[in-house]
């Protein structure tokens, strides 16, 4: 069985990369987001916007795919309801519940975002290299798929992004 001896003396374990790149990430997104008009926004709302599509999801998807607790994404819809980026809209499908979408305000910060994560890909290939920035984007993709195959229970082999 690994132990801690094992991993690699040359570089951070997996886990402190990926943090601290997401922590790199969310710095850079959140910079250009103040410089947009964006100033009412909290870290935390990228899980929301991060998870919430404009196809409209209800609470406890929104909640699943951020890997939040129910309460929190709650918190986090009803503030940026309030800031005007988000709205709750009867479920066609079932009249109890409630759909989450984004207002038009929240659609152009989804846009907003969507652009600055394009700028932020082209920064770190420029860092690194593009075609080693493709290469590492492609095998985490392969990875989390994998992973999120064997998690459910299906056989590798499918669609990599799950």
């Known amino acids: 069985m690994p132990t801690s001896r094992d991993l690699p003396s040359d570089r951070p374990a997996i886990g402190q990369l990926l943090v601290k790149l997401l922590g ?3 710095k850079e997104l959140s ?4 410089d947009r008009g964006y100033d009412d926004l909290r870290e935390p709302h990228m ?3 991060g998870n919430v599509g404009i196809d409209g999801i209800r609470l406890t998807e929104l909640a699943a795919r951020a890997q939040l607790g129910l309460a929190t ?5 009803t503030e940026l309801e309030r800031s005007g980026y988000l709205e709750r809209r009867p479920d066609p499908a079932d009249g109890r519940a409630r759909l989450i979408y984004p207002t038009s305000r929240g659609r152009q910060l989804l846009d907003d ?3 600055r994560v394009a700028e932020i890909e082209q920064h770190w290939a ?12 492609r095998v985490l993709a392969q990875l989390l798929g994998t992973l999120t195959l064997a998690e459910r229970g299906a056989k590798p082999g499918g669609d990599p992004t799950g």
């Open 31 to 34: 910079a250009a987001g103040e």
């Open 113 to 115: 975002a969507g652009d």
């Open 126 to 137: 420029a860092v690194v290299g593009r075609e080693e920035f493709e290469h590492t984007c």
């Open 73 to 77: 994404m709650s918190e986090l819809v």
């Open 24 to 26: 790199e990430f969310r």
């Open 47 to 49: 899980h929301v916007f």
